[in-house]
Every structure is written in structure tokens, then in C-alpha cells.
Nanobody
């Protein structure tokens, strides 16, 4: 089992920045992929970014490309999402996720989520 705990969410004005952190614990050696997805009320879940744990290769959704950046610190079992130039449409609950495969069509593990609210 793998446990994921997010932190770093909050409220910010449009144009501002936030950095989300995700701490992984448990059987982390099995994890090949970690990422972030978000869900806003009334909207479908959206994959935001992912990173291959061993390769370091990254993927960012078009909606966040150039503004968000996923990174990892393998020594600390941490994954981060740096979010810059935030827009009101970025408002959502952000979830950290992990899987045994990369890329993955569905995340095996997910955290409880951290709220990001961007105001105009």
C-alpha cells in the first residue's frame, strides 16, 4: 500500500503562485508514476501533470503547460507541483496520485486532496 498526503493549497489572486507538495509513504518502491489531477465542482476530473519516477520524464496538460511544473525529490519521496500565473479556472481540488505503471489510464493511489482557489 502507498499513502499520499498533499499540502500547499490555499487561496490566491489571479496571476499568483502556489506550490503543492505530495508526500508518499508505504511501499513506494513499487511506484513508477506520480502525478496530479484536479476536479472542480460540476466539471470532469482533469489530469494536470505526471512524472515518471525513474525516468524523470514529465507530461503537462495543455491547459497548464508553461504555467505549471511537476518535479520530484526521490530521496524524500516527494512530488511537487509549482503553479504560476494562476487563473480563476484553475480553481479546483487538487489530488496527488500514484500508480505502478507510467503512463497510466487510471491512478491506483490517490491522496485526500488540497483545495486551490484562485480569485479575480
Amino acid at each position: 500500500q502507498v499513502q499520499l498526503v498533499e499540502s500547499g493549497g490555499g487561496s490566491v489572486q489571479a496571476g499568483g503562485s502556489l506550490r503543492l507538495s505530495c508526500a508518499a509513504s508505504g511501499y513506494t518502491a513499487s511506484i513508477k508514476c506520480m502525478g496530479w489531477f484536479r476536479q472542480a465542482p460540476g466539471k470532469e476530473r482533469e489530469g494536470v501533470a505526471r512524472i515518471g519516477i525513474r525516468s524523470g520524464s514529465t507530461y503537462h496538460a495543455d491547459s497548464v503547460k508553461g504555467r505549471f511544473a511537476i518535479s520530484q525529490d526521490n530521496a524524500k519521496n516527494m512530488v511537487y507541483l509549482q503553479m504560476n500565473s494562476l487563473k480563476t479556472e484553475d480553481t479546483a481540488m487538487y489530488y496527488c496520485a500514484a500508480d505502478l505503471f507510467c503512463p497510466t489510464g487510471s491512478w491506483r493511489y490517490r491522496g485526500q486532496g488540497t483545495q486551490v482557489t484562485v480569485s479575480s
